[in-house]
């Protein structure tokens, strides 16, 4: 075909686009030679290597050798040679088109050329970008079309009525677009006219219109039917899958439920059966019939439980076999096929030790039995895994010496026996092939072996908490240039600081518990470092310059807590820093006005230092956002308890903060409590204890309905706590100490009578959590049962009130015994008078309750002996008279816990309650 020719036909084809009437359009298509059609649609794309990623699933994978296929296409040259292009031989016509992976991006509008080829049989377009446009109509034109394959292209939207014009389809995939729809019509109509369908493949699409009993319509003859992903709902009943030619069968991340369909495992043609991600239950069935054929069977992440049976060790076909994240039991088969090529059974219940049959299959290449409960050593001797490439035993409890057998495989790339309890040392091994390697949380010991120097591939290094003797020095590391993840911590390391190497894809380094006394040279040049945690260490003496430095603009996780730095605080980048721990140093000085350039900043905890001048207001004002910088303020937790600081707390907290704790406690913060701390709608802990904070009850903050921890002991606040100013204040209040400060009045009844969070008792029906989030453990210092203890992590159902050591008056209020969760009580050193109610009997939850110091009067109330876990009673110093209740915890209180009363009989110990009284009258 000649170039002059070409450009005629172009411009032909130009005059029929722009000119002709709808029915002349279609009667112009054999007018146009294919060739120039072909050349008009590649000029209305353009080529993007982007618009053709690699794309990896367990069941696919796409485009990892994409090239551009049409930027070989020459306009002087027959077009049925060019790349992609399939033509007759005998007509010439363009019968193919195979552009998948092919770099191209841009729209295919209804009247692009590409509809200029009726002719086309086969078409491929998979792997490109086409601008999330719309599947166009015209797609139904191609009346000859076997083979379409849309999938992974960027399309968008509905799939057109016009594809079930297609009757003489065999293969049509439009799987892994972004969104499309198809609706129950459509759906419909490509049942009932693509009779010749064989292969359907919408992974990814909107199905949630469409009834799973409408699959019993598909023809018995398909072969291929991944439906993965399409919201599909409702149960999967045997009637509805008479698809006895199926080949390969892929519904999972659905929300399919019910029992597995016996008519699954019988199918006799079936190679490939995929039902991941659903909420299928019950045990799998004892026998079947069919599954000779059988390559893949994956059933992982749903409700699957009871024992393996044993024709799943037996099926001579199979080559991967995943039951990841079920609740099957008992112990693992013998397996026998030789052909198992991948197997994972992670995430259940197994026990027993691992079979030698699994260690001795001459083709496996995955191996994977994590967080199970598998006993037992590893056997000495196997015969097989020459193509392991991945053996991951992790949390399991395994245990015995790491046999010699496991450093002589020579195809290994992961191992992986994270959180065992293997003993011995680490032995030397012999290939060079491993990229991950992680024995960390078991009982190794020695040395790391010296073959390690030889990994010039590996990339993550993980031997923490064992008892290893690391030195970090050159002629080990110089070689591990591709190292991205090195974690020591939990062991004893040196380092020689004499030497230089570098570690230039580090990113990430833990090095916490290490013993260590000062920073690694090696850091100077991680410049693309993201995680650094060096914390519980013995690092001494001030900052080194360089370390400013260090991912300087990547770094956003840095842990220094619990060393011995002292002098100023560093000169860091902040900008990319999300979580900054430096507490328990010995850090002097103000904190630098330069961490008001972290706009990302979601931690700072600088608490325990001897950190001096006022808080910075960019922490708490709107100006901490850049101008530029639209993100909202992300610091979520501000920690600066125990240190020096003075003056008043900022008086302008932004109205769009996200603070979820506030902990300023043992500072000598004075003035009053600004009230825009009210705009902290996500605030769970507020601590400021042990400051000069003066003014009356912040009772503006109730209404922050998240706060769960409310802490302003030993202050200056005073005055009465009137009424609350909301319908339900502190609605998940869970620690409330006002102690130690001047507060006066009587108890607040009303705030007692809504604090919700301490009537629900749930301890027999959740989980035990803690406070917090992330990295970030909430703690708190809490008075209970009479000695202030540190709360390292604070139980989400733990709830305590503490009033003490203040002037409250008047009755304690009987509505306090609807707090059945609370923990402990604390009104002691008080002025409080009259009766102890005997509503308190209902807190059937209190480990302590101390009233001391006050002029309560009356009988100990009988209910308090009817609470069963009161381990501390404190009612000394008041006037109570009469008979201490006895039986259950009152026969555990030694007498300090009633000294100093008017009168009273303790039945129990009659000798020793005479000797005190006549003490108590000497006195």
């Given at each position: 075909?000649?170039?002059?020719?070409?450009?005629?036909?172009?411009?032909?084809?130009?005059?029929?686009?722009?000119?002709?009437?709808?029915?002349?359009?279609?009667?112009?298509?054999?007018?146009?030679?294919?060739?120039?059609?072909?050349?008009?649609?590649?000029?209305?794309?353009?080529?993007?290597?982007?618009?053709?990623?690699?794309?990896?699933?367990?069941?696919?994978?796409?485009?990892?050798?994409?090239?551009?296929?049409?930027?070989?296409?020459?306009?002087?040259?027959?077009?049925?040679?060019?790349?992609?292009?399939?033509?007759?031989?005998?007509?010439?016509?363009?019968?193919?088109?195979?552009?998948?992976?092919?770099?191209?991006?841009?729209?295919?509008?209804?009247?692009?050329?590409?509809?200029?080829?009726?002719?086309?049989?086969?078409?491929?377009?998979?792997?490109?970008?086409?601008?999330?446009?719309?599947?166009?109509?015209?797609?139904?034109?191609?009346?000859?079309?076997?083979?379409?394959?849309?999938?992974?292209?960027?399309f968008i939207g509905k799939i057109p009525y016009e594809i079930s014009h297609l009757s003489s389809?065999?293969?049509?995939?439009?799987?892994?677009?972004?969104?499309?729809?198809?609706?129950?019509?459509?759906?419909?109509?490509?049942?009932?006219?693509?009779?010749?369908?064989?292969?359907?493949?919408?992974?990814e699409t909107n199905m949630s219109s469409i009834r799973p009993n409408s699959l019993m319509n598909?023809?018995?003859?398909?072969?291929?039917?991944?439906?993965?992903?399409?919201?599909?709902?409702?149960?999967?009943?045997?009637?509805?899958?008479?698809?006895?030619?199926?080949?390969?069968?892929?519904?999972?991340?659905?929300?399919?439920?019910?029992?597995?369909?016996?008519?699954?495992?019988?199918l006799p043609n079936l190679s490939t059966l995929i039902l991941d991600n659903n909420q299928l239950?019950?045990?799998?069935?004892?026998?079947?019939?069919?599954?000779?054929?059988?390559?893949?069977?994956?059933?992982?992440?749903?409700?699957?439980?009871?024992?393996?049976?044993?024709?799943?060790?037996?099926?001579?076909?199979?080559?991967?076999?995943?039951?990841?994240?079920?609740?099957?039991?008992?112990?693992?088969?013998?397996?026998?096929?030789?052909?198992?090529?991948?197997?994972?059974?992670?995430?259940?219940?197994?026990?027993?030790?691992?079979?030698?049959?699994?260690?001795?299959?001459?083709?496996?290449?995955?191996?994977?039995?994590?967080?199970?409960?598998?006993?037992?050593?590893?056997?000495?001797?196997?015969?097989?895994?020459?193509?392991?490439?991945?053996?991951?035993?992790?949390?399991?409890?395994?245990?015995?010496?790491?046999?010699?057998?496991?450093?002589?495989?020579?195809?290994?790339?992961?191992?992986?026996?994270?959180?065992?309890?293997?003993?011995?040392?680490?032995?030397?091994?012999?290939?060079?092939?491993?990229?991950?390697?992680?024995?960390?949380?078991?009982?190794?010991?020695?040395?790391?072996?010296?073959?390690?120097?030889?990994?010039?591939?590996?990339?993550?290094?993980?031997?923490?908490?064992?008892?290893?003797?690391?030195?970090?020095?050159?002629?080990?590391?110089?070689?591990?240039?591709?190292?991205?993840?090195?974690?020591?911590?939990?062991?004893?390391?040196?380092?020689?600081?004499?030497?230089?190497?570098?570690?230039?894809?580090?990113?990430?380094?833990?090095?916490?518990?290490?013993?260590?006394?000062?920073?690694?040279?090696?850091?100077?040049?991680?410049?693309?470092?993201?995680?650094?945690?060096?914390?519980?260490?013995?690092?001494?003496?001030?900052?080194?310059?360089?370390?400013?430095?260090?991912?300087?603009?990547?770094?956003?996780?840095?842990?220094?807590?619990?060393?011995?730095?002292?002098?100023?605080?560093?000169?860091?980048?902040?900008?990319?820093?999300?979580?900054?721990?430096?507490?328990?140093?010995?850090?002097?000085?103000?904190?630098?006005?330069?961490?008001?350039?972290?706009?990302?900043?979601?931690?700072?905890?600088?608490?325990?230092?001897?950190?001096?001048?006022?808080?910075?207001?960019?922490?708490?004002?709107?100006?901490?956002?850049?101008?530029?910088?639209?993100?909202?303020?992300?610091?979520?937790?501000?920690?600066?308890?125990?240190?020096?600081?003075?003056?008043?707390?900022?008086?302008?907290?932004?109205?769009?903060?996200?603070?979820?704790?506030?902990?300023?406690?043992?500072?000598?913060?004075?003035?009053?409590?600004?009230?825009?701390?009210?705009?902290?709608?996500?605030?769970?802990?507020?601590?400021?204890?042990?400051?000069?904070?003066?003014?009356?009850?912040?009772?503006?903050?109730?209404?922050?309905?998240?706060?769960?921890?409310?802490?302003?002991?030993?202050?200056?606040?005073?005055?009465?706590?009137?009424?609350?100013?909301?319908?339900?204040?502190?609605?998940?209040?869970?620690?409330?100490?006002?102690?130690?400060?001047?507060?006066?009045?009587?108890?607040?009844?009303?705030?007692?009578?809504?604090?919700?969070?301490?009537?629900?008792?749930?301890?027999?029906?959740?989980?035990?959590?803690?406070?917090?989030?992330?990295?970030?453990?909430?703690?708190?210092?809490?008075?209970?049962?009479?000695?202030?203890?540190?709360?390292?992590?604070?139980?989400?159902?733990?709830?305590?009130?503490?009033?003490?050591?203040?002037?409250?008056?008047?009755?304690?209020?009987?509505?306090?015994?609807?707090?059945?969760?609370?923990?402990?009580?604390?009104?002691?050193?008080?002025?409080?008078?009259?009766?102890?109610?005997?509503?308190?009997?209902?807190?059937?939850?209190?480990?302590?309750?101390?009233?001391?110091?006050?002029?309560?009067?009356?009988?100990?109330?009988?209910?308090?002996?009817?609470?069963?876990?009161?381990?501390?009673?404190?009612?000394?110093?008041?006037?109570?008279?009469?008979?201490?209740?006895?039986?259950?915890?009152?026969?555990?209180?030694?007498?300090?816990?009633?000294?100093?009363?008017?009168?009273?009989?303790?039945?129990?110990?009659?000798?020793?309650?005479?000797?005190?009284?006549?003490?108590?009258?000497?006195?």
């Amino acid at each position: 075909m000649g170039c002059l020719s070409w450009k005629y036909q172009v411009l032909c084809l130009l005059s029929f686009l722009f000119h002709s009437t709808p029915s002349s359009f279609s009667s112009s298509l054999s007018s146009i030679s294919p060739c120039s059609a072909l050349l008009h649609f590649n000029h209305s794309l353009t080529l993007d290597l982007s618009a053709s990623p690699s794309y990896y699933a367990s069941r696919i994978q796409m485009c990892d050798n994409s090239y551009p296929k049409t930027a070989s296409w020459k306009e002087d040259e027959d077009c049925c040679t060019w790349d992609g292009v399939v033509c007759d031989q005998t007509t010439r016509h363009v019968i193919g088109l195979d552009l998948s992976c092919s770099w191209l991006s841009g729209p295919i509008h209804s009247n692009s050329t590409l509809f200029f080829l009726p002719h086309l049989r086969t078409l491929n377009l998979a792997g490109n970008c086409f601008n999330v446009s719309l599947i166009s109509s015209e797609f139904g034109n191609f009346k000859a079309l076997t083979h379409l394959n849309l999938s992974y292209s960027c399309f968008i939207g509905k799939i057109p009525y016009e594809i079930s014009h297609l009757s003489s389809l065999v293969s049509l995939d439009l799987s892994l677009n972004y969104g499309l729809l198809i609706e129950t019509p459509v759906w419909k109509r490509v049942i009932h006219n693509l009779t010749q369908l064989r292969e359907l493949l919408l992974d990814e699409t909107n199905m949630s219109s469409i009834r799973p009993n409408s699959l019993m319509n598909l023809s018995s003859s398909f072969t291929t039917l991944s439906l993965n992903d399409c919201y599909l709902q409702g149960k999967l009943q045997n009637y509805i899958l008479y698809l006895s030619g199926v080949q390969t069968l892929d519904l999972s991340y659905n929300h399919f439920s019910g029992l597995m369909p016996l008519s699954l495992l019988n199918l006799p043609n079936l190679s490939t059966l995929i039902l991941d991600n659903n909420q299928l239950v019950s045990p799998l069935p004892n026998y079947v019939s069919g599954l000779l054929n059988l390559n893949v069977l994956s059933l992982r992440s749903n409700f699957l439980n009871g024992t393996l049976p044993s024709w799943l060790f037996n099926l001579p076909s199979l080559v991967r076999l995943n039951l990841y994240d079920n609740q099957f039991i008992g112990e693992i088969g013998e397996f026998k096929p030789n052909s198992l090529e991948y197997l994972d059974l992670s995430y259940n219940k197994l026990h027993g030790s691992i079979p030698r049959s699994l260690l001795n299959l001459p083709n496996l290449s995955t191996l994977t039995l994590d967080n199970n409960q598998l006993v037992g050593p590893l056997p000495n001797h196997i015969s097989g895994l020459l193509n392991l490439n991945v053996l991951s035993l992790s949390s399991n409890f395994l245990n015995g010496t790491l046999p010699s057998w496991l450093f002589n495989l020579p195809s290994l790339v992961r191992l992986i026996l994270y959180g065992n309890q293997f003993i011995g040392e680490i032995g030397e091994f012999k290939s060079n092939s491993l990229e991950y390697l992680d024995l960390g949380y078991n009982k190794l010991q020695g040395s790391i072996p010296r073959s390690i120097s030889r990994f010039d591939s590996l990339i993550d290094l993980s031997l923490s908490s064992n008892n290893l003797s690391i030195m970090l020095e050159s002629e080990m590391f110089s070689k591990l240039k591709n190292l991205n993840y090195l974690d020591f911590s939990n062991n004893l390391v040196s380092i020689n600081n004499n030497v230089t190497y570098t570690l230039p894809k580090l990113e990430w380094l833990n090095l916490s518990s290490t013993n260590i006394s000062e920073f690694p040279i090696f850091l100077k040049t991680a410049t693309n470092l993201l995680y650094l945690d060096l914390s519980k260490n013995i690092i001494n003496g001030q900052f080194p310059r360089w370390l400013g430095d260090v991912g300087k603009d990547s770094l956003y996780f840095l842990d220094l807590h619990d060393n011995l730095l002292q002098g100023p605080f560093p000169t860091l980048n902040f900008l990319s820093l999300e979580y900054l721990f430096v507490s328990n140093n010995k850090l002097t000085g103000e904190i630098p006005s330069l961490i008001c350039n972290a706009s990302s900043l979601y931690v700072l905890d600088l608490s325990h230092n001897n950190l001096s001048g006022m808080l910075p207001k960019c922490l708490v004002h709107s100006n901490f956002l850049s101008m530029l910088n639209l993100r909202m303020n992300s610091l979520h937790v501000l920690d600066l308890r125990m240190n020096s600081l003075h003056n008043t707390i900022p008086a302008t907290f932004s109205t769009r903060n996200r603070f979820r704790n506030i902990n300023l406690n043992g500072n000598q913060l004075e003035g009053p409590l600004p009230r825009s701390l009210a705009n902290c709608r996500n605030l769970e802990v507020l601590d400021l204890g042990s400051n000069k904070i003066n003014g009356t009850f912040p009772y503006w903050l109730d209404g922050l309905l998240n706060l769960r921890v409310l802490v302003i002991r030993s202050n200056k606040f005073q005055g009465r706590i009137g009424n609350p100013k909301t319908k339900s204040p502190f609605p998940n209040l869970r620690i409330l100490d006002i102690s130690n400060n001047e507060f006066n009045g009587p108890l607040p009844r009303k705030y007692f009578k809504y604090l919700k969070a301490m009537t629900n008792v749930e301890e027999g029906k959740v989980v035990l959590k803690y406070m917090g989030d992330g990295y970030y453990q909430d703690s708190i210092n809490v008075m209970m049962k009479g000695l202030y203890i540190e709360l390292v992590r604070i139980q989400t159902i733990f709830t305590t009130i503490d009033f003490s050591n203040n002037s409250f008056r008047g009755e304690m209020p009987k509505i306090i015994g609807r707090l059945k969760s609370l923990k402990g009580l604390n009104f002691s050193h008080n002025n409080l008078t009259g009766y102890i109610p005997s509503s308190f009997g209902n807190l059937s939850n209190l480990e302590w309750l101390d009233l001391s110091f006050n002029k309560l009067i009356g009988e100990i109330p009988r209910q308090l002996a009817d609470i069963p876990w009161l381990a501390v009673l404190n009612l000394s110093h008041n006037q109570l008279t009469g008979h201490i209740p006895s039986g259950k915890q009152f026969n555990t209180f030694d007498n300090d816990s009633y000294i100093e009363n008017l009168d009273y009989v303790d039945f129990h110990c009659q000798e020793h309650v005479t000797a005190l009284r006549q003490r108590n009258h000497h006195h």
